[in-house]
């Protein structure tokens, strides 16, 4: 199956069959090699209430190499880089056979939401504050998410 084919095959079963608190649109009508994922903040964590949006890009040899994950939302976490989105996605590339598909992508996302690695950051002093000050930590996130995906 040629890649654009299963982009568009994963693209079509998840919107028949959408992921609880997820909505999923292309880039454009005409390339569905890039897509947008708003996910809701996951329940119990300082991101609840918030709409994240996602960039997910297929572009780079999808699916023998999985795809590239950043944050256009901003977000206050250890492990997604404050500036530009980027997210670690060691989880996801450990992890990556060619089996794999963007829900496993999106439930990564989600997952790393609701539970951040502070042994493993992209933010350092977030990171820190979240070992050190968790409380003081979830009071910046909501904070944070309060004013950039409320």
């Not at 649109?25 to 994240?52: C, L, M, Q, R």
Request: charged letters at 30%; one cysteine or more.
């Amino acid at each position: 199956m040629k890649s654009s084919a299963r982009i568009n095959k994963e693209l079509k079963d998840l919107t028949d069959n959408p992921m609880e608190g997820v909505f999923i649109e292309t880039k454009n009508e005409d390339d569905v090699s890039i897509w947008y994922a708003t996910i809701d903040g996951p329940k119990d964590s300082p991101f609840e209430n918030g709409k994240f949006k996602v960039e997910i890009d297929f572009t780079d040899n999808y699916p023998f190499k999985s795809p590239k994950v950043h944050f256009v939302t901003k977000i206050y976490h250890p492990n997604i880089k404050s500036d530009t989105g980027e997210i670690c996605t060691a989880a996801i590339e450990k992890q990556w056979v060619p089996t794999l598909n963007a829900q496993f992508v999106i439930e990564s996302v989600i997952n790393l939401m609701a539970e951040p690695r502070p042994e493993d950051p992209l933010e350092q002093e977030i990171a820190d504050q979240f070992m050190k000050d968790y409380d003081g930590y979830v009071e910046s996130a909501q904070k944070h998410t309060a004013e950039f995906a409320g």
